[in-house]
Structure formats: structure tokens, C-alpha cells
């Protein structure tokens, strides 16, 4: 199974910007997807997370209401489109995949519990 994320780029506080995740391998339809960040010197955090069927998502208490994420089974691909974006989102941002369903909401928040790892993309929110 492997991640692409793409998308990352700079951009000014308020603005916007879509991150995409493209998942190959393995059957995407069932996975669990989640997209985490790490800025410098920090560690890895949760942003965002989407259950195998669309239905369910979560987020990180800093982005709700800012972030959303969906998935397009016809694509493997996973979206986070981030608006009002602020200095404090410039980070790395990941996408992690799982084939497991996910029994607590806080588990979808946990890195041990994703496989397999993209490579990461470079958001930037700067003036």
C-alpha cells in the first residue's frame, strides 16, 4: 500500500488550500484515513480523520469548523480542504491509511494505530 499526498504550497493567513491523498494498493474502499501534521520542533498531531465508509469523520478541536474532509472511492483519494488557514497551520501534513475499523473516536487520533504512511506535503501559512 502506498501515499501520496500532494497539494501543500504557501499561502496567506485567511486563505485556502486542498490537500489530496492518493491511496494505491490494497482495497482503499475499506480503509480508515487519517491526516496528522508536524511542525518544527513538535510532535506529530492529529488534524483529521474519515472512516472507511465516508460516514463518520473527525477533528482535531484547532481546525473544526476550518477543515473538511471527505474521500472519493472512484479517485482512492482523500481530501482535506483547509480554509481560514493560520500561521499556526504550517506543518507537514500526513496521511496515514489503516485497514481496521476504528471502535473509540479517540483512536482514530492515535498514530500507532494507522499502517501505512504517505510522504507528506508542505503547508506554509505565512504574509
Known amino acids: 500500500v502506498q501515499l501520496q499526498a500532494s497539494g501543500g504550497g504557501l499561502v496567506q493567513p485567511g486563505g485556502s488550500l486542498r490537500v489530496s491523498c492518493t491511496v494505491s494498493?490494497?482495497?482503499?474502499?475499506?480503509?480508515?484515513v487519517g491526516w496528522f501534521r508536524q511542525a518544527p520542533g513538535k510532535e506529530r498531531e492529529f488534524v483529521s480523520a474519515i472512516s472507511w465508509s465516508g460516514t463518520a469523520t473527525f477533528y482535531a478541536d484547532s481546525v473544526k469548523g476550518r477543515f473538511t474532509i471527505s474521500r472519493d472511492m472512484a479517485k482512492n483519494s482523500v481530501y482535506l480542504q483547509m480554509n481560514g488557514l493560520k500561521l499556526e497551520d504550517t506543518a507537514v501534513y500526513y496521511c496515514?491509511?489503516?485497514?481496521?475499523?476504528?471502535?473509540?473516536?479517540?483512536?482514530?487520533?492515535?498514530?500507532?494505530?494507522?499502517?501505512?504512511w504517505g510522504q507528506g506535503t508542505l503547508v506554509t501559512v505565512s504574509s
Open positions: 496515514a491509511a489503516d485497514p481496521n475499523t476504528f471502535l473509540t473516536t479517540s483512536a482514530y487520533g492515535r498514530t500507532s494505530n494507522y499502517d501505512y
Open positions: 494498493g490494497g482495497t482503499f474502499s475499506s480503509y480508515t
